[in-house]
T-cell receptor, first 111, second 113 residues
């Protein structure tokens, strides 16, 4: 069964606005990762946050992790049309040997 | 070219046929994975491998077989293809365990008719 669940399933915003996506998971984790998938392409790693970290930044991306609530959020600031993609959170399985993905959030940024 | 490559990119096969999807990585990553992506299901793990000659089942392994005789290759075989196996298949690799990022191939779109 899926470990992570993203919310919302779809998000439409205007260029320049911020986009926030949330991920909830079920069991304890070692780390949580976010990936982006452009239409028809493979997934690309965005950021990894470890279970002992609360916040991490990378360029226009900010990820938070709340292990007590088993949730994470991905914030994309000042969105661009090029940010249009699907975004997935992924957590390690309990053995730490594989990544388990959620169903993703589809982000559409219009100019 | 360096990286992780999948072949073929597109494949149409008939029900009951055996088909093999290839995955090759040039980084000598220990871990390799096969996922399938379907609308409404996101990515689901089929099989993974921690090293050559070590493989393990994921969430949806039925109907699939994998092998890993060499570190760089991780082929996925559908023994007798069914229409429910129509999907986009992604191979991925990771340097060590899941405390590092995974790198994905471009995907193989498989249609079973």
């Amino acid at each position: 069964s899926q470990q992570g669940e993203e919310d919302p399933q779809a998000l439409s915003i205007q260029e320049g606005e911020n986009a926030t996506m949330n991920c909830s998971y079920k069991t304890s984790i070692n780390n949580l990762q976010w990936y982006r998938q452009n239409s028809g392409r493979g997934l690309v790693h965005l950021i990894l946050i470890r279970s002992n970290e609360r916040e991490k930044h990378s360029g226009r991306l900010r990820v938070t992790l709340d292990t007590s609530k088993k949730s994470s959020s991905l914030l994309i600031t000042a969105s661009r049309a090029a940010d249009t993609a699907s975004y997935f959170c992924a957590t390690d399985n309990q053995a730490g040997t594989a990544l388990i993905f959620g169903k993703g959030t589809t982000l559409s940024v219009s100019s | 070219d360096a990286g992780i490559t999948q072949s073929p990119r597109y494949k149409i096969t008939e029900t009951g046929r055996q088909v093999t999807l290839m995955c090759h990585q040039t980084w000598s990553h220990s871990y390799m994975f096969w996922y399938r992506q379907d609308l409404g299901h996101g990515l689901r793990l089929i099989y993974y491998s921690a090293a050559a000659d070590i493989t393990d089942k994921g969430e949806v392994p039925d109907g699939y077989v994998v092998s890993r005789s060499k570190t760089e290759n991780f082929p996925l075989t559908l023994e007798s293809a069914t229409r429910s196996q129509t999907s986009v298949y992604f191979c991925a690799s990771s340097l060590t365990d899941m405390n590092t990022e995974a790198f994905f191939g471009q995907g193989t779109r498989l249609t079973v008719v």
